[in-house]
Structure formats: structure tokens, C-alpha cells
């Protein structure tokens, strides 16, 4: 693999991953696991695998299902609200720069040695590496190298797959939830 500069789009085949894993197909085992756990139990919750899949959604900073789905499944196209995935909460005392597009990021992570660029929702921010490790992931990960730092630039390759399903897999407290789909489309719009 070879080494990308900061700041520079990745070249999408560098980093060799074993076997892909697909994050937004660990929602559906959650969900899944929900439903069969709550039969098994005999509650009387008349909630379906859709609505446990919405829930597992939501835990982890996005909208609803199909929100999570486009994003985690390298559909979303750029612009568009990325959710709260690469977002933690009780993070305020760290260090971030914030940038309303990604050409007015990528020049700034050039000159931060150390940084990562992340997205959050439709805007993107920088920080280093105790943000990264709050997350739960390792900021010492190939993939990191492999995206040049960059989640926005790299979106939709092996090394964010490889990323996003570390970040997946992370404790939940780790994860800021979004508000319920209902309380969602009275503040959301797709543009």
C-alpha cells in the first residue's frame, strides 16, 4: 500500500481488508436479535423488525433505517447528511475544527499533522488523535493511512468499510442517538 499525502483522495483499492464486512448489515443482525429476544421473553410488544431496525438506527446517530442504510452502504452522495456516526458524545472538551464543506477542510488537514477529518452530518471537522480513540477505534489503523486521514475523501472504500465497521462495533455509549423518525421529519428535509 502505498502512502497518500494528507489531504488527498485515496485511491480506492489500496487496503487490503479480509474478508468485507458490511456495517449496515450488522444493523439488521441487531434488529433481528432485538425481535427474536423480545418473542423469546414473551413481552407483549407488538414491535416489528422494521421497528427494531429503526431503533438500532437512531443508537447510532442516524435518522432512521434508510438514512443509515444509504450512508453505511456507500450510497450517499456527497452533500448529504452523513448522520452522527463518526460523532461522540461528551466530546466538547477536545479540540475540533469545524468546516462547512470538505474544499474548505481538506487544505487545513494538510497542516495538522496527526488530524483526521470525519463528517458530521452535512458538515465535516478535524481532530486528533484522543477524538479517534473516544470513538473506539484505533488511530494507529492502516485504513487511516489508506484514506489519507481523510473519512470524506475515502467514503465509500474498503478502508472506511474496514472503519466504519470498527466504528460499528464500538461500545454504544460511544454514539450520540438521533431524535426518533417521528420528531425527525418535523426537523429533517433531504435538499
Known sequence: MSEQPLGQKPVRDEVPMERAKVPAEELKVRARVRLNGARREGRGDDRTLGDHLQAAARELGF??????????????????DMGDFWHAPRTGLLLHLWFARHDEAAPVLATQPGGFLLPYRRQCFIVQAPFI?????????????ALGHDLVAGYG???????AWQRIRAPLSTFQPRLSSAHAHTTYREL
Do not use: F, I, Y
Open 157 to 163: 472504500t474498503a478502508a472506511w468499510q474496514h472503519l
Open 63 to 80: 435518522l432512521h433505517w434508510d438514512h443509515a442504510r444509504r450512508v453505511l452502504g456507500g450510497l450517499a452522495a456527497p452533500g448529504d
Open 133 to 145: 480513540e473516544d470513538l473506539g477505534l484505533d488511530a494507529t489503523d492502516p485504513a487511516w493511512r
